[in-house]
């Protein structure tokens, strides 16, 4: 069994037992990429969402201040940006679940890089890569406007690995 499967064993059976998982087994969790320690999603790879607005830069989030909004954790670099967000999520989320918004302009889901971002008309959008970065900055609006046509398609899809 590999380390990662063995602490997911360690910390689901702490869980069952109603015991505190051992601190090696947590901070492995937390290192798993996709996964935060409250067993959910973790949305933004731990950046902050807040950030962002606030800060105006891409802010890494604590796993120590963590909300759950429709099943997906989210991290926050202050108690004050998670209480923002508690108190309006709609505000703060990334758009397309934070999926690549130029990728979802072409009808697809790639990871979005949350060093790779944009604040459009009070939303925030990231990219793949620095390539598709620049793609989507050429036609913003146009690439928004495909975008919001197309997540309705391919919102509830699986992402496309590459």
């Known amino acids: 069994m590999s380390i990662t499967k063995m602490t997911l064993a360690a910390f689901a059976v702490a869980s069952l037992l109603g015991v505190a998982a ?5 901070d492995e969790i937390n290192a798993v990429p996709g996964l935060s320690i409250v067993g959910k999603p973790l949305a933004l790879h731990g950046y902050d969402p807040v950030a962002y607005f606030t800060v105006g830069k891409p802010t890494r989030g604590s796993d120590k201040i963590v909300a759950v909004h429709d099943g997906v954790a989210y991290r926050f670099a202050s108690a004050a940006h998670k209480s923002a967000f ?3 999520p709609a ?4 758009a397309y679940g934070g999926f ?3 990728g979802v302009s072409v009808g697809k889901k790639f990871d979005g890089d949350p060093n790779l971002w944009k604040i459009e008309d009070g939303k925030l959008y990231l990219n793949l890569n620095e390539e598709i970065y620049a793609t989507f900055l050429k036609d913003l609006d146009g690439n928004i406007v495909k975008a919001e046509k197309n997540w309705t398609k391919i919102e509830h899809t699986a992402a496309m690995a590459l």
Do not use: R, S, T, V
Request: proline content about 13%; some cysteine; hydrophobic content about 40%.
């Open 22 to 26: 051992p601190a090696q087994a947590a």
């Open 86 to 88: 508690e108190k309006d």
């Open 91 to 94: 505000k703060y989320l990334p």
């Open 100 to 102: 690549c918004a130029f």
